[in-house]
């Protein structure tokens, strides 16, 4: 790896810095939960009727995608902006700046 990359490790569910996480979520509050299936090709089936229903609501998906709203997320106890605003990389915050 370059000296001048550090890789900053996420924790193994980070909703807010993986939309993905979000997304499935949206999936399973809205079609997959509070459901018993019977067979493995059951399972199957519903998650792609529940795909096909979230690909028909394209603005569902850049709502639960985007970011707005979180500036900021802690991780291991040190904060950190999502986004710099100069060059788009997360950035470590000062403390203080962390509460603000």
Not at 10 to 34: C, D, F, H, M, T
Not at 45 to 67: F, H, M, N, V
Request: some cysteine.
């Amino acid at each position: 790896m370059p000296k001048n990359i550090t890789p900053i490790f996420l924790p193994p569910r980070a909703p807010e810095l993986n939309p993905v996480e979000n997304i499935w979520q949206y999936l399973r509050g809205n079609w997959l939960s509070n459901r018993v299936f019977h067979t493995y090709d059951a399972i199957i089936d519903a998650a792609c009727e529940a795909w096909r229903k979230l690909i028909a609501e394209p603005q569902a998906i850049t709502s639960i995608g985007s970011a707005i709203g979180r500036t900021s997320v802690n991780l291991n106890d040190r904060w950190y902006q999502l986004a710099c605003a100069v060059c788009g990389r997360p950035r470590l915050l000062s403390p203080t700046a962390a509460r603000a």
